[in-house]
């Protein structure tokens, strides 16, 4: 199979794959970026672990330099200095940097992928944006912390949006849609499923959310590129918390300037 779509690449680099956005690859001269695929399984492994040496490998990168925060579903994002180390960020979901061979590390297993990159400061950010970080609007968080601290103009970042659980699958109940509700007031994200079990079903679009919050943090709509996979469609190839539950693996997002 192969995800390769107008604005993703599908990469296959000997038993290492994956999935390259077309946008940042016109910066691939200033900067490494990769989203993993299966075989690759990123779910707690430090950065000395086999799966990140293959990857950093096949993106040209030194594996020393992973920074991985610990995530726990916030909307804390922080900034990784030149002496910074993955035990510096215990809570925290996002980090940003404007510094060269760091690399933003994330993982995911159906929650929201931000890869940002503002190309006029040469600042970027690495978001793991799971529904709770998604209604605590962890995306917005990260685009104001660059523009505090990088002074970047919202209309330069570049938001590639990764795979995730999609609105297809994204099924949930009445608790979570109401802070969906609550957060982005649009119904539109929210499509009505079946009853089961006595319990109304809900179908959320969080994807849509994210851009429209986006935009009205002043990104323009055609600097927010979506890859458009499902996690849970395509689990065969991305590890999925809602189809293989506590045994799932995770999928991660790098991104480094160089
Ligand atoms: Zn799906």
Request: glycine share 6%; aromatic share 6%.
């Amino acid at each position: 199979m192969d995800l390769s779509n107008k604005n993703i690449i599908h990469v296959k680099n000997g038993d290492v794959e994956y999935i390259q956005f077309r946008r940042l690859l016109e910066y691939k001269d200033k900067l490494a970026h990769a989203y993993t695929l299966k075989p690759i399984d990123l779910k707690n492994k430090s950065k000395d672990d086999i799966n990140y040496k293959k990857i950093c490998m096949a993106l040209g990168i030194d594996n020393e330099n992973v920074i991985k925060p610990t995530q726990t579903h916030t909307n804390n994002v922080e900034i990784v200095v030149p002496d910074s180390k993955s035990t510096d960020f215990p809570d925290v979901d996002g980090l940003i940097t404007n510094q060269k061979n760091k690399i933003l590390s994330a993982v995911f297993a159906d929650c929201n992928s931000l890869l940002l990159y503002d190309p006029v400061k040469n600042a970027i950010g690495n978001i793991h944006s799971g529904w709770r970080g998604t209604v605590a609007k962890i995306g917005e968080v990260a685009v104001k912390k660059m523009v505090d601290v990088f002074g970047c103009n919202p209309a330069d970042i570049i938001c590639c949006i990764g795979p995730s659980i999609r609105q297809c699958h994204f099924e949930v109940e009445d608790d979570v849609k109401a802070l969906f509700l609550e957060t982005f007031k649009d119904e539109t994200i929210i499509k009505i499923g079946d009853t089961k079990d006595g319990k109304q079903k809900y179908y959320i679009d969080a994807v849509t959310a994210i851009k429209n919050m986006l935009i009205e943090c002043g990104l323009t709509s055609s600097n927010i590129i979506d890859c458009g996979i499902c996690t849970v469609c395509n689990n065969d190839i991305l590890h999925s918390y809602r189809v293989y539950k506590s045994e799932a693996g995770r999928n991660g997002a790098l991104m480094c300037l160089i």
